[in-house]
């Protein structure tokens, strides 16, 4: 089951419309659990804090991509969050195979509405 498993459910924190509840922000702030690599100090860990709360409260009213992927490229380019997007690009890439499309296709059915996890 999707929602019994703790890596699953901290990444499913990364999809734009789970955005703005504090479940979201409290599972955001387990994912350095699984990417040791992308924040690695103190200084960086309030760095990261501080983008995902600022991220939390922010409106991308202009970034409708339809899929995860292409979605957090636009949160990227916009250069607000640089620590998070590393963060999502390292979780998400993850999930992959010899046709990166069809795992991020397989990852967007596999991600669960956090409202589901409560």
Sequence with gaps: M???NPFLKAVSSLDPCNR???VALEL???LPLYTSN?????EKRSTYDLEIHNFQNDHFSDLVEESVD???RDVEN???YPLLSRMAFA???CFHEPKVESSFSIMNNGIIPLEAID
């Design 91 to 93: 979780l998400l890439t």
């Design 78 to 80: 916009t250069s607000k």
């Design 70 to 72: 292409l979605w957090w």
């Design 20 to 22: 703005k509840t504090s």
């Design 38 to 42: 992308v924040v690695q100090d103190s």
């Design 28 to 30: 955001m702030k387990e």
């Design 2 to 4: 999707l929602s019994a």
